[in-house]
């Protein structure tokens, strides 16, 4: 039997619910209505303008063959980018952690240049490389960061910044090994390019991607519990440590895909979280699987700006979102 208080909280509780979750359907059919429309418009804009309905035999070639697939390619990136950036930042309870930041795609850009070097014929050592530099810098980075105090904003970003420019370094130094026009090809891939997109490397980061989707969300409720804290997370029963090697090791993963495939694209994985908190909270339930759309949206519209802005020529897309990115990051770091 309830007092009439606790009927009432359960009632008002039982509403908020309810009122949430509408919110949240609205919020994912208009990302879903955004996304159909920036998909259309990819398609129609470019160097050559396409009407999608009225397709010669050259422009259903420049469609099919290297505009979709480019298009695909970015919304894969867009959406591992984003994943693993709000999978991140609760895990490490810290608003600024995101895979550029963190040193991560400097790990798998470090990865995938040395199978450009080492294994050039081999297509798959790249992302398998590229995995392998991820995870070792999220591990160097999380370690260095740590102490037993715990972890603070402060020395996870000097962890990560000192990480990304000792890798910085060793990717310059590695270039010295390239020839000229090798040189060309690899610094533009560095900044972020999708132009080299390729039907096996959007099934690699679509495969990727998905892995990481189907992870972060099935690790979603321990997340919110670990953002109030492991101690407490561990008290609600919470197996801390395997939560961890999982968020890591998908972070590293969809990363790995997405480096490999298109280089650096930085910022992604802090916009697109923090923009889906304001907008729904902060249940990683509903952030993690919108960031995956908001972040294959994001990339997309840049990827589109990039090669329309200066058409024919291009720019790199990584350029672009930072030029969005880091405006947001001086302000985030203004409020603390």
Known sequence: MFTPGEVQLRTESGKRKVENGKRAIKLGLVLVGILTIVLIAAANLGAERLSIFDLNEQQRSILFDIRIPRILLGACVGASLAVAGAGLQSLLRNPLAEPYLLGVSNGAALGTMLAFVLFENLEFARPVMAFAGAALASVA??????????????????????VTTFLSSVIVMLTTLLDAAKLRSFTFWLLGDLSQATLNGVYISFAAMLIGVLVMTSQSRALNLMMIGERDAFDFGVEVGRVRLLVFGAASLVVGAAVAASGSVGYVGLIVPHLLRMAVGSDNRLVV????????????????????????????????????????????????
């Open 141 to 162: 980075v999380y370690q260095m960061a740590r102490s037993r105090a715990g972890m603070n904003v402060e020395r996870l970003v000097l962890s990560g910044v000192i």
């Open 289 to 336: 699987p919108f960031s995956a759309i908001a972040g294959a949206i994001f990339v997309i519209a840049a990827d589109t700006v990039a090669r329309t802005a200066i058409a024919p020529r291009e720019l790199p897309v990584g350029a672009v979102t930072a030029l969005i990115g880091a405006p947001l990051f001086i302000y985030l770091l203004r409020r603390n």
